[in-house]
């Protein structure tokens, strides 16, 4: 079998990155057991938006970076914990405007039967 190189850019190392972070998560959906407690949804940059299985009311998302967490409802994007991650906010509310659908649809779908916390219902 024939060897070969690839000489690689540090932005095309990057965007590989992105790629294979992506790749990751979108099999972390797909291989995680409804009753496991947390899901990773997503990952911008810093950011990992993660939703629990057997949380508290009412339906929310919780954004995490290295240093910090907060927790978001899923119907309008308000933080809950008080800290809007200023810094990061902008970016949270873009990331939920384009994946609410999918917020919703991770929420319903990792109920347990004896969660307090039923169903997300706009």
């Avoid at 384009?98 to 319903?108: R, S, V």
């Amino acid at each position: 079998m024939p060897e070969w190189t690839v000489d690689v850019t540090e932005k095309l190392t990057d965007e590989l990155k992105a790629a294979m972070l992506l790749a990751d998560v979108a099999d972390q959906r797909r291989n995680v057991p409804p009753d496991a407690l947390i899901l990773t949804i997503d990952r911008i940059g810093p950011l990992k938006i993660q939703v629990f299985s057997n949380e508290h009311p009412p339906p929310h998302f919780r954004v995490i970076t290295d240093k910090e967490s907060n927790n978001f409802t899923i119907s309008d994007c308000s933080p809950l914990n008080g800290n809007a991650f200023s810094r990061f906010f902008r970016q949270i509310r873009e990331w939920h405007l384009a994946h609410k659908q999918e917020l919703i649809e991770a929420w319903n779908d990792r109920r347990p039967s004896d969660c307090p916390v039923g169903e997300y219902r706009p």
